[in-house]
């Protein structure tokens, strides 16, 4: 846990006060007032954002809450897939670009809302003459193009449960993830490119899904053209072809499930959040539009990838919900030059920009030429997301990219919470270093393990004391799990974050208080790295840490106890490290393998990272009463 005197470190003296073009462009106007009138009546605050989307039939009531079970717009039934297209189509958008592909070679592909609503359409159709029914599961291990929009959407249109699986996990991540959901179809494509390597994905979901009998239709991209499929493999686009009827958006109840995403906690196993269909829509239907003060006519690019939430909430769902233009990006951010991104920038004149703090921090690594080599004047708005932004990245990315004119939104939210909870408004005073304040109708607080507030500038656990609409419904096939998240301080949700509040009510986000790390804007659990190394055959035990990393803000060390007879070697460190990449993923791979004869544990046999972490980082060891040994 972060000590209350560590904070001093953090503190950041600088505000800056909003412009007053961002005060022009704004949904809303004071925040304080409408924050104020919103604690007053919340349902009142959120009956009126959902009366702005198209229901087939209205709710009868806009909460029904009981602890810690919530369900939004009650008895109203709708279709998310509907409002994104079919609403904007009435609205006169269908010659409007709902999305633009650029990939790393700058090959760009442009979807009008028709063109999108066609091909969605079509695709919807397409899954019902596979057999794929509203509630069945659908699995899409894609890359980050519009074909995984198309497929998403598709699911939502016939309402069937879609689960992304981020295309940089291995065969058995992916598999993991797909016993969990038991799919009815994966939907796939022949490979992802990046750094001008095309990654294989069509034999990972091939090798993933070998001897699953449920799982009855495979689905190709096969972008070549090039692929021979086997029996029970379509092709995407040939299933377009043959099917030419739009499909209907099917009636939809508000607490439908829309989605299930997999996200690390504490244990080995990945949780599968889940996402209805009212609430989420609602949720990222306003917070695109307020958060980032989006206008009919910007050019909006958020960098995730369709894998995350991020891409879920801020690329899809919530871009295309407000019939606004969003940029997919397929590829790395530095390949094939630092200023890949910049160039798109340029070339698109991009108004919106929502990105991580650890791209920033890589950019700033590079130096400024790159960005300074392009005309970035069309950007408005810089948001960031992920981990907590770091003043000296705040100040860099306000001054070289956004020209000192940008605000930058700072939006601190989980796969959990679908939407933003706390965040900087464009046109809000900003103090870097804080993420900001709540969204209307949410009221969080610092609090200690007890529940009880802990004074202004002290650390403590973050808590959102009552249900938002886009909040997860339950853990797939896990509801004592759900329940955990309402349990940890009782009575509040834990998204179990460490964080301080200052005297005006803003919140500083300090990172994760249990044994998850976040490594590049990753989420992920150390109990999952080590469940992956001690999957090598000379590796009896293993313990991970996240050590502070300039780029990454995280970075993973490993402690490894070999079996007897074992040496350590750098082969061996390969070969370990090999084992990790194939069991989780890239990402998952330890930058630092250190060899130990024994692991710090509790008399109960759990392992001590606590200590661990404090040795390798030199911090004080704390408490040792539990210690075994
Ligand atoms: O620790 C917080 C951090 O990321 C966690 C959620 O990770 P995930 O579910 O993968 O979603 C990431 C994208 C929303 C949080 O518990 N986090 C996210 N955004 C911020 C953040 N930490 C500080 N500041 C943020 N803006």
Redesign the pocket.
């Known amino acids: 846990m972060v000590e209350d005197k560590d904070l001093n470190l953090l503190k950041v003296e600088k505000v800056y006060e909003p412009k007053e073009e961002c005060k022009k462009t704004a949904h809303f106007q004071d925040y304080e007032t409408l924050y104020k009138s919103s604690l007053q009546n919340r349902e009142a605050f959120w009956d009126k954002i959902a009366k702005e989307l198209c229901w087939f039939k209205p709710w009868e009531k806009v909460l029904e809450w009981n602890y810690p079970y919530a369900k939004w717009f009650v008895g109203g039934k709708t279709n998310i897939c509907y409002n994104c297209l079919d609403r904007n189509l009435e609205r006169g958008l269908r010659n409007k670009v709902a999305i633009i592909y650029v990939n790393e070679d700058e090959e760009e592909k442009k979807l009008t809302y028709g063109e999108l609503n066609e091909l969605v359409g079509r695709f919807a159709s397409a899954l019902k003459s596979l057999g794929i029914k509203k509630g069945d599961r659908v699995v899409l291990y894609m890359p980050n193009t519009p074909e995984a929009a198309i497929a998403m959407l598709a699911c939502a249109r016939i309402g069937a449960i879609h689960s992304v699986v981020f295309a940089g996990f291995s065969t058995e991540a992916l598999r993991m993830r797909i016993e969990d959901a038991k799919p009815k179809a994966v939907i796939t494509a022949t490979y992802t490119k990046r750094r001008g390597k095309k990654i294989d994905l069509l034999s990972t979901a091939r090798e993933a899904i070998k001897g699953l009998d449920y799982v009855e239709h495979l689905i190709v991209w096969d972008r070549d053209k090039n692929q021979t499929l086997r029996e029970g493999e379509k092709e995407f686009y040939n299933l377009i072809k043959e099917n030419k009827e739009i499909s209907p958006a099917e009636e939809m109840d508000a607490e439908d499930p829309l989605f299930i995403l997999y ?2 906690g504490t244990t080995g196993k990945p949780k599968g ?1 889940l996402h209805t269909t009212g609430g989420y829509m609602v949720g990222t239907y306003i917070t695109t539009k307020w958060d980032f003060n989006l206008q009919d006519d910007d050019i909006y690019w958020c960098t ?1 990838d369709v894998g ?3 891409g879920h909430s801020y690329i899809v769902y919530g871009p295309l919900l407000n019939g606004a233009t969003t940029l997919m990006y397929e590829g790395a951010p530095n390949y094939p030059d630092p200023g890949i991104w910049w160039r798109i920038v340029e070339k698109y004149r991009v108004n919106i920009f929502y990105t991580a ?1 650890t791209a920033i921090r890589l950019f700033m690594r590079y130096g400024e030429e790159y960005p300074k080599k392009y005309d970035l004047s069309s950007l408005r708005v810089l948001g ?6 770091n003043p000296e990245a705040w100040e860099w990315y306000y001054r070289v990219i956004g020209g000192q004119k940008c605000p930058i939104v ?8 679908g939407m933003h909870l ?2 900087t408004w464009p046109h809000m005073k900003a103090k870097p270093g804080y ?1 900001g304040k709540p969204f209307f109708t949410v009221e969080v607080d610092v609090v200690d393990k007890n529940g009880n507030p802990v004074p202004p500038n002290h650390v403590g656990y973050l808590v959102i004391k009552n249900p938002w609409p886009a909040m997860l419904r339950t853990v797939w096939g896990n509801p004592e799990r759900y329940e955990k998240y309402w349990n940890i301080i009782p009575g509040y949700y834990c ?3 460490l964080a301080s509040k200052d005297e005006e009510g803003y919140i500083m ?1 300090l ?2 208080a249990d044994d ?1 790390l ?1 490594v590049a ?3 992920i659990g150390t109990a999952e790295v080590e469940s992956a190394l001690v999957a090598h055959p000379d590796v009896a035990e293993a313990a991970v840490i996240g050590k502070p990393d300039e780029i990454k803000g995280q970075r993973i060390k490993a402690f490894v106890v070999l079996r007897v007879g074992v040496q350590p070697s750098q082969e061996l460190t390969e070969s370990i490290k090999q084992t990790v990449r194939k069991t989780l993923g890239p990402i998952a791979v330890p930058d630092e393998i250190e060899y130990v004869e024994k692991l710090p544990k509790t008399r109960s046999g759990k392992i001590m990272r606590r200590l661990l972490r404090a040795k390798e980082l030199g911090l004080q060891v704390g408490d040792l009463s539990t210690l075994e040994d």
């Open positions: 996200t690390s959040v995730a995350w939430i991020t703090p960031s997301v992920g981990e907590p932004i700072d939006t601190w939210w989980q796969t959990e919470t706390i965040l993420a998204p179990e974050d986000i990172g994760r998850v976040n804007g990753h989420r």
